[in-house]
């Protein structure tokens, strides 16, 4: 079992930024490729980025490409989410995955205008 736990969220206006944190339990975090996700109001849980395990690699949804960065620290058994220039559409709930098998609870992301 993996337990993960989300912060960072907030409220914050338009062009503001955010960087959102998800700590895992244990001492397996660095086996997982970690993602994260988000789900606004009404809308279906959408991809956001995932970075890789040994953070070779990172992939981040082309529509928010060039306003997120994905990182890990395996010591800290901590993933990121930095988020630049925040939009309105960006409110949502944001969560992490660890393995594609372990969710976290998520935090609450809202973007005034």
């Known amino acids: 079992q993996v337990q993960l736990v989300e912060s960072g969220g907030g409220l914050v206006q338009a062009g503001g930024s955010l960087r959102l944190s998800c700590v895992a339990s244990g001492r397996t975090f660095s086996s997982y490729d970690m993602e994260w996700y988000r789900q606004g109001p009404g809308k279906d849980r959408e991809f956001v980025a995932r970075?890789?395990?040994?953070?070779?690699?990172?992939y981040s949804e082309p529509s928010m490409k060039g306003r997120i960065t994905i990182s890990r620290d395996n010591a800290k058994n901590t993933v990121y989410l930095q988020m630049n220039d925040l939009k309105r559409e960006d409110t949502a709930i944001y969560s992490c995955?660890?393995?594609?098998?372990?969710w976290g609870q998520g935090t609450q992301v809202t973007v005034s205008s």
């Open positions: 995955l660890a393995g594609g098998m372990y």
């Open positions: 970075i890789y395990r040994d953070s070779a690699k990172t």
